[in-house]
């Protein structure tokens, strides 16, 4: 008993002395706020990507985000397991529509260029071919977004980012709800480049879409909300496009181990009875 | 502890074989005849847990070295791109390996905290500490180097805050930086080198591993009540099966955590910044290590002059290996020295706050509060350790572990009944 009250009376100790600290932090940080956080279908244990989500998330990517945006990922895994779920007629026909060069020159030594295949990138903005095009344009390079979801984060503070590693509170969809809150965030029509998620309000990509500019043909309301959405998802599973396996196989091992932990719990009493 | 083996081989080739090579009769007296206290509680586990986790990290990283490209235009992609996505189940080695490390250190700081409770360092195991001191320091570089690898924008931030730190040393310091970079800056030849490094150290911190079991085999491992063993037959009880069941118990709920990190929150512990690929132009607006060494980068930044900052961060490592003499009470286990139950509290309260401080941006209050910090780290150790070995009135000791074994049983029966 003794032994508890002065741990606790210890961490109490620090933990006043870092509280003075905190607050004066969460002061600082006033003005700028956190991204919402939204509920995602592949968040959680249980949580896998929505299929036609991911599709409506492509097609927002192909019309409007890949003007700028390179997404370095082969097309073949547009249907790999767990993703959008394109047929590979469906990513064959959709990678022939892309001109790429290829790496080696043909018999004659010359280099040329050919229609894509699954196994092919998908070819970098026509209009920005590297980055430094890009960043001649908007004075910063717009990012690669294969890796954007998991790029992307936001200061949780103390206590959150605790409870964001605790079983059915977990969080690791802050990529996602970044992105969307970055493309709901343009909230001064005065100003195309005022956001109000990114921090310090300015940022380079002015407001890339808005209400009506992708038409979907499976009759989601075409809103900006359900744009960022749907995004947000499609980029989510660009940067982690093996999250429904990783559940799924975690899911056995998690049970395997509960398991296995209870008969060796039971074999331990056993043998240890006589000992104490 | 260990005497001569009584290992009997049964068959006739066993026979042959160990008047030939005694190996068998080494491992039998090593992990299944050897007597270990009867009274050892679970933190007793994570030496065969850090055992565990070494060979998982060495094997996972042997897996991943096969597909890893260790060059500065190829290691991001390769990490990304090629092990995250086209390498079979490369996606579960990878967060069984950047997890698996930071499992690594959770278990080795519970491990050191476990014996600075009970007195693990005391009298006759004070070599055996002192190689654990190395294997941590060992640790530290080993992980250090691991997390360059990848190649993203906050590993080549770290790689360049720490191998600066050599420029602190007046006059040479400049020439062992380029001399470590292999340049004028971090760059694809400090890549290469770190990846050969890694690759090594760990091997050599598996020798330690050897020494520091064979020190512990001699000297007998310390209990929760800090008596030696006095009596064999009374006091301990055989390593096979009693201790292995409650290893293989205390490393399967151990794994449980492991999975959970691996399958449900495997960027949790990963800075998301290094998902950007490394570049120079683009520093991290705010460069942190991984959690197993934020206090010590909290204790860097708390110092104002860059020297010194160096100086009382490889002390803060350094002054571990002199516990055994700065610490003089004849009393192992802190179960019996109330006073230094109490400090030692603090002291883990400390290591967590500066834990804390590393991971915030650097303000004025905050850097204060580290300073304040890094005294009391210190002050645990230089003068709390010694004052107290003198000073402190501690409690009754049991006379033998039978005894307090038997105690706990018949306080309990009296408390049940």
Same mark, same amino acid.
Do not use: S
């Given at each position: 008993m003794i032994r508890v009250k002065f741990s606790a009376f210890a961490i109490a100790v620090t933990a006043l002395v870092s509280a003075g600290a905190l607050a004066a932090m969460a002061q600082e940080e006033a003005e700028q706020p956190n991204p919402p956080r939204l509920n995602w279908t592949f968040s959680g244990m249980f949580g896998i990507y929505d299929k036609a989500q991911l599709q409506r998330g492509f097609q927002v990517y192909k019309e409007v985000c890949s003007t700028c945006h390179a997404l370095s990922i082969p097309f073949r895994e547009l249907s790999d397991f767990g993703g959008p779920g394109f047929t590979d007629d469906q990513v064959k026909t959709l990678a022939a529509t892309y001109q790429v060069t290829n790496a080696e020159p043909n018999d004659k030594g010359e280099i040329f260029k050919r229609p894509a295949t699954p196994a092919d990138i998908i070819p970098r903005p026509e209009a920005y071919p590297n980055d430094q095009a890009a960043a001649a344009a908007f004075g910063k390079a717009p990012p690669d977004m294969a890796l954007l979801a998991k790029a992307l984060k936001y200061e949780r503070g103390f206590p959150w980012f605790v409870f964001d590693? +605790? !079983?059915? +509170?977990?969080?690791?969809?802050m990529g996602a709800d970044y992105i969307h809150a970055i493309l709901t965030g343009?909230?001064? !029509? *005065? *100003? !195309?480049?005022?956001? +109000?998620?990114?921090p310090g309000h300015k940022i380079a990509m002015p407001q890339p879409i808005t209400n009506g500019a992708v038409d979907y043909k499976d009759g989601t309301p075409p809103t900006l909300d359900n744009y960022a959405n749907d995004i947000a998802a499609f980029l989510s599973w660009a940067a982690e496009p093996n999250l429904v396996e990783r559940k799924r196989i975690g899911l056995r091992v998690m049970i395997f181990l509960f398991v296995f932990a209870a008969l060796l719990y039971f074999t331990k009493k056993r043998i240890w009875e006589w000992a104490h | 502890m260990s005497g001569p083996s009584t290992y009997v081989p049964k068959s006739a080739i066993g026979r042959w074989f160990e008047s030939r090579l005694p190996m068998m009769g080494l491992v039998h007296s090593s992990f299944i005849a050897y007597p270990v206290p009867r009274n050892l509680n679970y933190m007793w586990t994570f030496g065969a847990i850090l055992s565990f986790m070494l060979v998982a990290q060495i094997v996972t990283g042997i897996v991943l070295a096969m597909h890893y490209v260790p060059s500065a235009s190829e290691a991001f992609s390769s990490v990304n791109f090629r092990i995250m996505r086209d390498v079979n189940y490369g996606w579960l080695i990878r967060y069984m390996h950047s997890n698996g490390a930071s499992l690594f250190f959770l278990a080795g700081y519970i491990h050191m905290f476990r014996g600075l409770y009970y007195g693990s360092f005391k009298p006759p195991r004070e070599v055996l500490w002192i190689i654990g001191v190395i294997i941590y320091f060992l640790m530290m570089a080993t992980a250090f180097m691991g997390y360059v690898l990848p190649w993203g924008s906050m590993s080549f931030a770290g790689a360049t805050v720490i191998t600066n730190l050599t420029s602190a040393i007046p006059i040479v310091g400049n020439s062992i930086a380029h001399w470590l970079w292999g340049g004028f800056a971090v760059g694809g030849p400090t890549l290469n080198r770190f990846f050969s490094l890694h690759y090594l150290l760990p091997f050599i911190i598996a020798a330690f591993v050897g020494l520091h079991v064979w020190a512990l085999h001699v000297a007998g491992q310390n209990n929760p009540d800090g008596v030696e063993v006095k009596d064999v037959a009374r006091d301990t009880v055989a390593f096979t099966p009693y201790a292995t069941i409650k290893d293989v118990l205390g490393l399967s709920v151990f794994l449980i955590l492991y999975a959970w990190l691996i399958f449900y929150i495997p960027n949790y512990l990963l800075d998301a910044d290094n998902s950007n690929p490394a570049n120079p132009l683009a520093t991290p607006a705010h460069v942190v290590p991984e959690w197993y060494l934020l206090p010590f980068y909290a204790m860097l930044r708390a110092i104002p002059s860059k020297l010194m900052g160096v100086i009382v961060l490889f002390a803060a490592i350094v002054v571990l290996a002199f516990v055994p003499w700065l610490d003089r009470s004849p009393v192992k286990s802190a179960k019996y020295r109330p006073s230094y139950r109490f400090f030692f509290w603090v002291f883990v309260a400390i290591c967590i706050g500066l834990g804390y401080l590393g991971s915030q941006e650097p303000t004025e209050g905050l850097a204060l509060i580290a300073r304040i910090f890094t005294f009391g780290y210190f002050a645990f150790f230089l003068i709390i350790m010694p004052v107290l070995s003198f000073t402190e009135k501690t409690k009754p000791i049991p006379t033998s572990i039978a005894d307090a074994v038997l105690t706990k049983t018949k306080t309990a029966a009296v408390a049940a009944g």
């Open positions: 590693a +605790l !079983p059915g +509170l977990e969080y690791q969809e343009y909230t001064k !029509p *005065d *100003d !195309p480049q005022w956001n +109000l998620y990114f | -």
